[in-house]
């Protein structure tokens, strides 16, 4: 005998407009089915609230890998996609002067990855894919929080190659390596270096850090979504501030809204504890520098070492 539940459906955006079929799908099973209409930023951000308060069975979350373990019943439904391998050629000369390559890419066209491999290396090149360490969880999956799969194989190779749709990912695995990083693009059929980023936003980075020199008010930014919650690493800097002598508050959300961080004017500047990305894509956003953890220890190390010169 079948047992029927109340299910919870999550989808990504992208994807929002097959959730009426998938709904109707297992409601035909005899299940009871609802449908989250929140945004979700991935597998970091599931609705697990939601299914407590409607008191689901199970969550069921499209789209994505799982990120990390959670205290419900969740499901996890993949979305691949076979893209044109077609493109691959385009991008034999721009890495003719490469032997060493490493193939990064995310989990809609981790089925593809054999075959981009495979095309690689009849024509001459040695392949390396890396391993994540973090919360992806196949070889050379990349995501925009982990980079691992690449950044560990950075010391190995010549080049990379990013083999997916967008530039969210590999900007992330790009600012941790150090290698030419080749984007091949399969939906919009564009292949690109795009190494020009790296002095962009080191650059943007240093603006932050010495725009928060004078900081005295820092708030440090805290997300309650499942995949991002850090009261720890909050807490320890929120110490590291307080000990300069200067003023901290762990300010809280589930989803950063920026025009309600915006009218907390009495902060001079803002550290991240949520999605690392936070930090680097939306820092236009506030009025203020938004720094990440990395960048605020920078900040605290300028002062410090002001305040030793003025002792002198």
Same mark, same amino acid.
């Given at each position: 005998?079948?047992?029927?539940?109340?299910?919870?459906?999550?989808?990504?955006?992208?994807?929002?407009?097959? $959730?009426?079929?998938?709904?109707?799908?297992?409601?035909?099973?005899?299940?009871?089915?609802?449908?989250?209409?929140?945004?979700?930023?991935?597998?970091?951000?599931?609705?697990?609230?939601?299914?407590?308060?409607?008191?689901?069975?199970?969550?069921?979350?499209?789209?994505?890998?799982?990120?990390?373990?959670?205290?419900?019943?969740?499901?996890?439904?993949?979305?691949?996609?076979?893209?044109?391998?077609?493109?691959? !050629?385009?991008?034999?000369?721009?890495?003719?002067?490469?032997?060493?390559?490493?193939?990064?890419?995310?989990?809609?066209?981790?089925?593809?990855?054999?075959?981009?491999?495979?095309?690689?290396?009849?024509?001459?090149?040695?392949?390396? =894919?890396?391993?994540?360490?973090?919360?992806?969880?196949?070889? #050379?999956? =990349?995501?925009? +929080?982990?980079?691992?799969?690449?950044?560990? =194989?950075?010391?190995?190779?010549?080049?990379?190659?990013?083999?997916?749709? #967008?530039?969210?990912?590999?900007?992330?695995?790009?600012?941790?390596?150090?290698?030419?990083?080749?984007?091949?693009?399969?939906?919009?059929?564009?292949?690109?270096?795009?190494?020009?980023?790296?002095?962009?936003?080191?650059?943007?980075?240093?603006?932050?850090?010495? #725009?928060?020199?004078?900081?005295?008010?820092?708030?440090?930014?805290?997300?309650?979504?499942?995949?991002?919650? !850090?009261?720890?690493?909050?807490?320890? =800097?929120?110490?590291?501030?307080?000990?300069?002598?200067?003023? $901290?508050?762990?300010?809280?959300? !589930?989803?950063?809204?920026?025009?309600?961080?915006?009218?907390?004017?009495?902060?001079?500047?803002?550290? !991240?504890?949520? +999605?690392?990305?936070?930090?680097?894509?939306?820092?236009?956003?506030?009025?203020?520098?938004?720094?990440? $953890?990395?960048?605020?220890?920078?900040?605290?190390?300028?002062?410090?070492?002001?305040?030793?010169?003025?002792?002198?």
């Amino acid at each position: 005998m079948l047992m029927h539940m109340r299910i919870l459906l999550q989808f990504p955006e992208g994807l929002k407009q097959r $959730a009426l079929e998938h709904a109707k799908r297992l409601e035909a099973e005899g299940n009871e089915v609802l449908i989250s209409a929140s945004p979700t930023f991935g597998a970091c951000d599931l609705a697990i609230d939601e299914a407590k308060n409607v008191k689901a069975d199970k969550l069921v979350h499209f789209g994505h890998a799982e990120f990390h373990k959670v205290d419900f019943n969740v499901e996890y439904v993949e979305y691949y996609t076979d893209a044109d391998l077609g493109i691959l !050629n385009d991008s034999l000369k721009p890495l003719e002067n490469y032997k060493r390559i490493g193939i990064v890419t995310t989990i809609q066209q981790i089925r593809q990855l054999d075959a981009v491999r495979d095309f690689y290396e009849r024509n001459g090149k040695t392949v390396i =894919i890396g391993r994540p360490y973090g919360f992806a969880k196949r070889s #050379g999956q =990349i995501l925009g +929080c982990d980079i691992g799969s690449a950044a560990s =194989i950075d010391r190995d190779v010549d080049a990379f190659v990013y083999f997916g749709g #967008g530039l969210f990912h590999p900007l992330g695995a790009l600012l941790s390596t150090t290698k030419p990083f080749l984007v091949v693009e399969p939906y919009t059929m564009k292949v690109e270096f795009i190494d020009r980023y790296r002095d962009i936003y080191k650059r943007r980075s240093r603006g932050k850090i010495l #725009g928060s020199v004078d900081a005295r008010n820092f708030g440090i930014l805290v997300s309650t979504k499942n995949g991002q919650f !850090n009261m720890g690493l909050a807490k320890i =800097i929120k110490d590291k501030i307080e000990g300069q002598g200067m003023s $901290a508050a762990i300010l809280v959300s !589930n989803s950063i809204d920026f025009d309600s961080v915006n009218n907390m004017m009495e902060f001079d500047a803002f550290v !991240n504890t949520a +999605c690392p990305r936070i930090a680097i894509d939306d820092i236009d956003r506030l009025r203020k520098p938004l720094l990440s $953890a990395n960048e605020l220890m920078e900040v605290l190390r300028i002062k410090r070492e002001q305040k030793t010169m003025m002792l002198r």
